[in-house]
C-alpha cells in the first residue's frame, strides 16, 4: 500500500496516505518533518512566494523556503493575491480531442438528443396532483399492454412539494417552471404525460407554453378538475399512456457517439477521501469525455464559494467567467436574505485533517471536474447547450442538484460518497462511486465502482478515470446500476424552492 | 330556491344569490336598488356610521344612510376605525357547554390523546432515506404476517424533500425537527419506525431528543449507513414493523369523548360559494364541536392577512390576541426577505363578485372558525395543548397547512372545495366538502359532503352544521373517506420549508 499520493504530475505537494515520520521515503521524496495523514509534503524545494499546487491548481503560495520533505500547511502557505484573482479565462487550455470515436447504444430523439433509457413519465404540476399520478403509473404498470412493451423501460411518476402557495411571478416560479419543462423534455424520456388539479398557481398552458412541450409530440396533458376526479383521471391517464406508450416503443437503442452523453457530476455524504480518490478519478473521466465531444456538469455552487477563482481561470471568455461570479452574488444575497452566510471556509476538523485554505478545500469538490476549460456557466435546471465541461448553479443538496441537472438534460449522473449515498434519479441512472474500500464493502449492494483502491490496490487515478470512463458507456447502452435495480427514484425529485411558500 | 342568504340572525346585510332587480323580494326585503350575485343587500335601514355586519361579524361601517332593500359595496361602506382596532379579548364570548355527551370510537393512547386511526409510519429525517422508508413500507405490507392483524390500518412511509443541505441551527431546521416530531407523536400512529441516511444535517439522535419519542416507547430507528445498505436496511426494517404492529395491533377502538377530537379546518380551491356555504357550516360545526369540549384549528396566516382583527377581539387573553400579533409581523417579514408581499385586499375581481373589504374577503376563510373564543395561537407545528377553537400559524397551501395541523396534533381534517381537491393525508382521515352542487355532482367519488344545497335545496347553515359534526363522529370512528378510499397520501407530507437551501 502506497503511504502516500501526487494528484497530479504538476503537483509540488504530495498528500500522506499515513503518519509519516522524518526519514520515512515516499514517491522518491524523504520526509524532514513528521506529517499527519490527509497532510501535504513539499515534493521538491519550493522557494518562499511560490505557488503550491494540489491537483495541478494553485491553492496558495509559499510565505518561506519550504525543504523538500516537509510539512506544507498554515505554517508555511497562505492564500497569495494571485489565488484570489479571477483570472478569467488565463488558464482555459482545451483539452486534445479524442482520436478513437466511441459510440454507445442509446435512443435518438428526433430534436436530435440522446436518451440512454426510454421512459414514459407522468409529471406534475402541483403537490395536489402527486397522488393520482402515483395512482396513473402503477395502474399502468399493472396492464398488460405495457408488460408486452419491448423498448419501454418504465413509467415515472414525478410528484413534488410545490406548484401553489407561491408567487406566480418571481425568480421561485421561473425555477419550478424551468425545471418541470426541463423534465418534460429530458431525452430520457419518450413521452409526458401531464396532470394537473387544475386551479393551482402553476397553470398548465403556462408550462406547456406556445411551442411544443416535446419534439416527438409525444405529450398529452389533463386536469383533475375538468376531468372530474380521481378515478375519471386515472382512467383517462392511463388510455393516454397507452396510446403514449406505441410511440415511445418505437424508439430503439442505436449506437450514438459518445458525445451525446450530458454527465451531472456530484457528490454526497463526502469523507476525506473523496477528494482524493473519487472525485479527482471522476475529473480523469470528465477530462476523457469532454475529448471525446461530451458534456460534464459541475455544479454545488455552496461547495465551491469562495474559491470560484479555481473555475474563473478555465472559463473559456471573460464573459462565461463573469456568469459564475454572478451567481455567486447572487448566492451571497440569497443566504443572507434568509438570515444564514456563506461559509466554506476549512473548519478546525477540515484543518486538522490537513487542508490548508478555501481553494484547497473547494478542489476537493472541484477536483470532478477536470481540467478542461469551461465552456459556459447555466442556472439550475437551464438548458444545456454546450458540449465541454460546463457549470449548473445549483445547491450542494445532492437530490435537488440532481434534479436541477437532469432538468438542464443531464442523461447520466456520477454520485461518489464517502459515507454512502443510496439515492436513485429515475429517469436518469446515477452510478454510485465510493470513496474508499471500507465503505464499499459495507455498502457493496448500493455501490456500482469501488475507487478505494487507488489508496489501498495501487490503481492509478489515471487507469481508474478510464474504467470510470468505460462505466459511463455500459451504463449508457443500458447496464443496470444498483440503484436502478433496487427500484429507487420514487421520492428523489426536488425542485429547488426559492421564495416564500404563502 | 332561495334568492338570497342571511349567514348570521345579527347580520344587517343579506347576500344575493342571484341578480335581483328593484321590486324583488327576498328574505322579507324588497330590492330597492339593482343588487348582483353575491353583492350584498341592507336587510333593514342602516344609518351613517353603522357598523355593516356579515357573519356576525363587523366588515365596515356605513359612509352615509342605506335604506332597507338598497346595494351595500363600496360607495356606502368602508373599513372603520373600529374595524382595524384589535381590540383585545373584547368579543371573547364564550359558548354554552353541550348538555349531550358524545362519544366517537377511537385509539386510546398511553398519553391519553386519541386516535381516529391505528397506523404504523415509516418517518425519514431526510429525502436520501425517503425511497428506503417507501421500500420498507411496501415490503410489510405485502408480508403474511400484516395480512394477519386486524387492527393496524397501515403502513405509512412519509417522505419529504428536506433534511439536509440546510442549516443546523435556524427557524427552518427548528420548524422541520417540530414537523417530525409531531408527526412521530400523532396519535393516529400506533408505532413509529425513524429511518434516516446517517450523514444528514437533521440527526436522529438530535431529533429524538432525551425524552421518550412516544410515550407507548413503540419507537425504532436506524440509519442506511451504519446497517450498510438499502437491502439490509429494508430487511431490519421489515423485522423491526413486524415486532411494532405486535404492539400497535393491541389497541382497540373504545369509546371516546368528542372532546378528545382535535380537527384541523382547510379550505382549498376557494369558489364564491365557500364563503357563503361549506365555510360558514363548518363554522357551525366547529362551534358544536368546542361545545362538546373538542378542539378545531384555524390556521392559512397568509389569507387572514389584514383581518386579524377578526380573531384578536375573540382571543380569550391580549396575550393571546398578541402571540396572533406577532406572527403577522413574522409573515411581514418574511414574505419581505423573500421579495414578495403580503397581499389579501379584495382584488377588482373580488370586488366585481361583491366582496367590499379585506374584513370581509378574509371572512370567507376564517367563518370555518365560527364564533368561539380564540384559546391559544401556536407555530406551525407545536403542540396543541388547550381544548376550544385554536389558530395554528401557516402557509395557506393547502397540503403543507394540513402537515403542520397534522403534526400539532390533528385526528381529523375537514377541507372545504370550491373548485374541487383531490389529497388525501395519511395517517388522519381528511373529509373533503363541496361548496356547490355543480362541482359535487361532477366529483361525486372524489367528494364526502355537499354544502351546495344550502344554496339549491334550502338546508340551514345551522342543520348542515350538525350533519357535518355527526359525520366527523362517524369518520373519527372508522367510516372511511372517500381519499382514503382511494388510497391518497403518499405524495402530501409538505414541511414549510423556510430558509436557504445550500
Ligand atoms: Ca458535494
Ligand atoms: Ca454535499
Ligand atoms: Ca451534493
Ligand atoms: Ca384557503
Ligand atoms: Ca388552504
Redesign the pocket.
Known sequence: MPISIRLNPDDNVDIALTDLLPGAEALGVTMTTPVARGHKIANRAITAGENIRRYGQIIGAATQDIPAGAHVHVHNIAMSDHAQDYAFAAEARPLVPATQARTFMGFRRPDGKAGTRNYLGVLTSVNCSGSVARFIAEEAEKADWFKALGNVDGIVPIAHASGCGMSGSDEGYATLMRTLQGYAQNPNFGGILLVGLGCEVLQIPDLVGRGRMRADNNFRHMTIQQVGGTRKTVERGVEALREMAEIANAYAREPIPVSELVIGM???GSDGYSGITANPALGVASDLLVQHGGTTILS?TS?IYGAEHLLTRRAVSVEVGQKLIDRIRWWEDYTARNKGEMNNNPSPGNKRGGLTTILEKSLGAVAKGGTAPMQDVYLFAEPITKKGFVFMDSP???PC?VTGQIASGANLIVFTTGRGSVSGYKPVPCIKVATNSEMFRHMEEDMDLNTGDIIDGGVSLADKGREMFELFIKVASGEVTKSEALGFGGAEFVPWQIGAVM
Open positions: 456530484q457528490c454526497g454545488e461547495e450542494g443538496y445532492d442538484s
